[in-house]
């Protein structure tokens, strides 16, 4: 029996977790899958009950599941609010406390889309890559950090970009793995350059490809992956890079697949425990109304049977679904191009439940 934490947050999270929900529970009730859900309050959604956008019981929920089912958080009511309360906050904060070091991002483009990427379908098909971002390190948690005032009485800004060799080494390590099944290529990004803190990050990603001499390591100052991303995606099979980079490259890998409603994220810890996420974000402009694409979150329940659950059987089999639905022609807003009738959320969820239904 696998306990999973369900936590839908805010925006379009609630909706697109309803249908990946409804995704776990098929495989529950027609095949048998033994899960156990459990419901928590994350983001703006737990400040407005609890005044903190990441409760105790909510740490508490996640800490105890073997999964952890995530929609959103964040939205322009909760905005105003000081950072240390911001519901961005509880994303970091149960990062960290999950220990979930390694974020897989992968960038797939769905044949089907071809012509939804804002770049050329000869330049993005076949697009196939896995950005493995550092998630609980680096400059987002570094010390000190803060707004101080200086001798001349003016403010300044100051973060600190750190990495301790064994932080690089597990994440880099996590890469390899995942390269050996695939096309056995890693390019470790950096700004070994510039940056003391990421020259150690290409010296420990050397030294680790010694224990993998089946997978090829390349470098990539990071100025110059942002632009091979557009100009030669394809060149990529698995990069791993800082938790900054990491961030700012997935958005850009994200959109060279059409919609970035298509994209799932597992963010994994030592072991098998893992954080189960869409990529997009809340999408407050279109929350409530049935138009976000449920396929990013019924993606991440893929990874989740694939990574946490051991189940990678069923995990082919929603990716199948997904698949046979797009070849339906079924398209969300983000994903139709000009012309044809979008599907609303809810049509989509159960289309995909309707075909994992059909290959039984
Ligand atoms: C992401 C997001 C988060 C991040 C924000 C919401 C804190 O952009 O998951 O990529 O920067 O990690
Ligand atoms: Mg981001």
Redesign the pocket.
Known sequence: MHKIAVLPGDGIGPEVVAEAVAVLECLQTEYGLGIELEYGLIGGAAYDVHGQPLPEATVELAQAADAVLLGA??GPKWEPLPIAVRP?KA??GLRSALKVFANLRPAYLYPQLAQASTLRADVVSGLDLMIVRELTGGI?FGQPRGIRKTASGEREGFNTLVYAESEIERVVRRAFDIARLRARRVCSIDKANVLEATELWREVATRVAADYPDVQLSHMYVDNAAMQLVRAPRQFDVIVTTNMFG?IL??EAAMLTGSIGMLPSASLNEGTKGLYEP?H?SAPDIAGRGLANPLATILSVAMMLRYSLQAPEWATRVEQAVHAVLDDGLRTADIRGADGVAASTREMGQAVVAKLRITH
């Open positions: 958080v964040g961005e994303l970091l987002y961030d997935s958005d990529i974000g």
